[in-house]
DNA sequence: CCTCAATTTGGAATCGATTCCAACGAACTC
DNA sequence: GAGTTCGTTGGAATCGATTCCAAATTGAGG
């Protein structure tokens, strides 16, 4: 059997398509009578609106989209869900689609906001360049979170993640580290902050740029392993890493106890995102830990402003406090 | 300034609506020079359909939705990652959810496929019950992954979790496992059947039901950790543990290096799934390791057949074949 | 019994893209 | 030159839900 309409439904319960309609969207002016007619025939007919034929007629879905390169990061499931537990409470569907860093996957995705099939965008990691993010964020409603440009014009939320590496990166020193190293990711805008905060930190505890180690890459296990053998390589070794996530670390980690060296006595190492493997690794990693949840809940209050009240709203970047959290893997 | 629809590209461009709408939809009638004109009026006017009202008329969103309780499984966001390659080759846009365990808002979800929001359904980890997921299939585009009904009615795509359990289970008595426990997961489907291969393979060695030690909670690190407390109260100790995921596993090896017993010698520990945690743990977790992205891709041609050949098409479950991967974890 | 207001209802117009059908002009055949 | 075909085009009808306006019904007040 084919789809019931509204048509059909006001056949069976003996009124017009317009009693219908009222009593769907819970009108007052509906009598009791016909209001148990129309409910019981939607119930016998198995009927639901059509979402197109109701979208296009009120020019909105209350649908949203977040875009993320991956889906397993600990940070971003966790602000998706503060995204989630947000748009449920306003009456939004809040979906998520990983662009996998493909740019023609991500233009794809974003066209369903241009085109209507959204109401509004968070994005969590954009492959695209900041000039074309900041630009979709003029005529459109765009929030990004956790990676935010670093120019006046963004707009956004997240923790100060130049402050925090800066933060994280004094702790190090201040626990006695001397020969500083760091692995960080600079294609991420997230990254690039994060490597600023480290050189300022270790260039006002006096080191020079050249005393500092830095190699970059994905922030997966493996490749944390792959960077800390060439760390390792190094003469003098360096005696603190700051890795740009919990994951490097907990290879930057492995690696240094594989080669038989000891964390922290040896050398020290330090996470970023407090994710549930900062405390999986052994020695337990000192991190940074990102109001993740929170940072998702902001984001959607600022996305329902922009979709709400077009254009206006610009209320640009909004950091959230981040949190060092000592643990084992560095010294006291 | 508002949104241009057909008409304006229509006006700008001085033809019909209707060849804007072949131009569009890339129909061979149509002359080069009045493409031309409707290609220029669009890239002018800045013009994208508009999805509800395409979606409306065509009666289709080329649109797909999966839905699982959480995103930050691996096995869930490697099988995703096969769905969406499947589903963008042949035209289609893949979105996620997650149900967080949440009846009313997986429910809600699911409404996106009974109104006409998106063409298919695709369920990793279903909150609701067996017969409501299979009542859906009867009339709707559905299918499962990873968690499927153990009835003749079930369908969907996934390993053989019993046979898998059985596999690891006996690595587990071969290698010298005499008093085994396992910590499992009733809520979920694969997680019964986990434990039934367990009991299977225990009692086939010679077991009784009473020697084996079972303990059962939600698959997380933290949890791992607390259940195995729990088995370390047991008197004898168990000598051998199966555990449902990697990162219980993972806990589970923890908690147990804490005790200051050691892994595999005093206690082998088995993981399931071959996630990147089954690297990082040490020793490296003996598991099982699931073909998670090529059942998502399977999944999606399965979906697409119920999607374009409406009610036939019921090829009921597809099993894949699984691996037993040999690590530290266990004796040699 | 009539008027006026309040409540409820029916039905047409609308949202924007697609598609079908009729019609037009050009080219070709006999 | 009349008739046919082909390629191209315009425009109306359509998808299904919402909403506005006018009409119908009810009830109160005089």
Redesign the pocket.
């Known amino acids: 059997m084919?789809?019931?309409?509204?048509?059909?439904?006001?056949k069976t319960a003996?009124?017009?398509?317009?009693?219908?309609?009222?009593v769907?969207?819970k009108?007052?002016?509906?009598?009791?009578?016909?209001?148990e007619k129309v409910t019981a025939a939607i119930r016998q007919l198995n009927?639901?609106?059509?979402?197109?034929?109701?979208d296009?007629?009120?020019?909105r879905t209350m649908r949203i989209l977040a875009l993320a390169k991956n889906l397993n990061s600990p940070i971003i499931s966790e602000a998706f869900r503060g995204v989630g537990d947000a748009a449920a409470s306003s009456g939004y569907v809040s979906l998520i689609a990983p662009t996998a860093g493909d740019l023609e996957r991500e233009q794809q995705l974003v066209d369903m906001l241009r085109?209507g099939s959204v109401d509004g965008l968070i994005m969590f990691s954009p492959t695209m360049p900041d000039e074309d993010v900041d630009e979709m964020a003029e005529q459109l409603s765009v929030v990004q979170v956790c990676e935010i440009a670093d120019s006046e014009a963004a707009f956004g939320v997240s923790i100060d993640d130049r402050q925090a590496a800066f933060d994280i990166t004094r702790h190090l020193i201040e626990t006695g580290g001397r020969r500083l190293a760091m692995i960080g990711n600079r294609a991420a805008r997230s990254g690039r902050l994060r490597e600023e905060g480290f050189r300022q930190a270790a260039a006002e505890a006096g080191m020079s740029p050249d005393q500092m180690l830095f190699v970059e890459g994905e922030f997966d296990f493996h490749t944390g392993r792959r960077l800390t053998r060439k760390l390792l390589t190094a003469d003098p070794l360096p005696d603190a890493v700051f890795c740009g996530s919990d994951t490097v670390a907990a290879g930057c980690v492995r690696e240094i106890t594989d080669a038989g060296l000891r964390v922290p006595d040896d050398i020290a190492v330090a996470g970023f995102d407090d994710s549930v493997q900062a405390e999986m690794c052994v020695p337990e990693l000192t991190t940074i830990r990102q109001p993740a949840y929170d940072m998702g809940r902001l984001a959607f209050e600022e996305l329902l402003a922009r979709m709400t009240v077009p254009g206006a709203h610009r209320r640009g970047r909004t950091f959230l406090p981040h949190e060092l959290v000592v643990r084992d893997s560095t010294r006291t």
Chains 1, 2 share one sequence.
Do not use: C, H, I, M
Request: proline share 5%; charged share 25%; glycine share 4%.
């Open positions: 084919a789809r019931a309409t509204v048509q059909d439904v006001a003996g009124v017009s398509v317009g009693t219908v309609s009222r769907l969207n009108s007052p002016a509906v009598s009791e009578s016909s209001k009927y639901r609106p059509l979402a197109s034929a109701r296009l007629r009120r020019d085109n």
